[in-house]
């Protein structure tokens, strides 16, 4: 069994790469830089390289897709259509999607939501035997220094979503164990599944971390995420945020059903924030 896994250079992909290569497996990273976590091969590339993915493919029996944080319909719809082309002729017996965001039912007009559900129905109708994974928000995105800042110095958590709009959290760690699962079950081929731990409001979520919530202005998000992700990113998550505050509320409230069914343990908050060296600090 080798596994091609996509964005092994950063902090998903990384964790996924990581967590396979922990059991044993044959695995291959891509990323654009060819920077890959200890064990894994390194392949320099880009998803609108066939040349390439073609090379990246070769001898790969098992895939875990992600793509890049790219929102444009047209280039987004061509990096899924190649990443499928090339799993398919190189007989893939397993594609494990991350979209990166749970996926809602219908349009949104947040192209970071709307590019996906469209790269979700790809993969799934393709010939390619696949799963899709929906994680809802990452724990370590409190990690952040714009979230991190308030949390460590003021004991305030502020996060751009209303206090009450309940999210279940996941953990990198825990997305690597459900792609492992998914990569590897019986019985998972088509499925949709969404992760997560039990729901929290934000005032839950702050107590983990012995702390008070704050509703963050979604502009002000922008300002802080502009020079971690470019402002172009961060724009497009930022329309997430607004989303999921008016009509998507409940899009992140739903238990994980899919970890039950993978056969994996959620990290709660209190958990994740007890592991971590700067939140002990305070």
Not at 96 to 116: I, Y
Not at 168 to 181: E, I, N, R, Y
Not at 247 to 253: F, H, I, K
């Amino acid at each position: 069994m080798t596994v091609l896994v996509f964005g092994a250079g950063g902090a998903q992909g990384g964790a996924v790469a990581r967590r396979l290569v922990e059991e044993g497996l044959a695995v291959r990273g891509v990323s654009r830089t060819g920077a890959v976590p200890e064990g894994v091969e390194p392949v320099r590339a880009d998803l609108g390289d066939r040349g390439r993915l073609r090379e990246a493919f070769a001898g790969v029996t098992h895939v875990s897709m992600a793509l890049p944080l790219e929102y444009d319909p047209d280039r987004v719809a061509a990096y899924t259509r190649n990443v499928l082309a090339e799993a398919a002729a190189a007989g893939v017996a397993r594609l494990v999607f991350n979209p990166g965001n749970r996926l809602p039912r219908a349009g949104t007009g947040a192209a970071a939501f709307d590019t996906r559900r469209a790269a979700a129905r790809a993969v799934l109708d393709s010939p390619v035997p696949t799963v899709v994974l929906c994680p809802p928000i990452y724990l370590e995105n409190l990690a952040a220094p714009w979230v991190r800042q308030g949390l460590t110095g003021e004991g305030v958590l502020r996060y751009p979503l209303p206090a009450s709009v309940p999210v279940a959290w996941l953990s990198h760690a825990d997305l690597a164990a459900a792609t492992l699962a998914a990569l590897t079950g019986d019985d998972l081929v088509g499925a949709t599944l969404d992760l997560g731990g039990e729901p929290v409001t934000g005032p839950e979520l702050a107590a983990a971390f012995g702390a008070r919530y704050e509703a963050m202005d979604v502009d002000a998000f922008v300002a802080g995420a502009a020079a971690a992700l470019g402002p172009d990113v961060a724009e497009g998550v930022a329309a997430t945020y607004r989303w999921v505050a008016g009509p998507g509320r409940e899009l992140y409230a739903a238990p994980s059903g899919g970890a039950k069914r993978l056969g994996i343990e959620v990290t709660s908050p209190a958990d994740w924030a007890a592991r971590q060296a700067w939140s002990r600090q305070r």
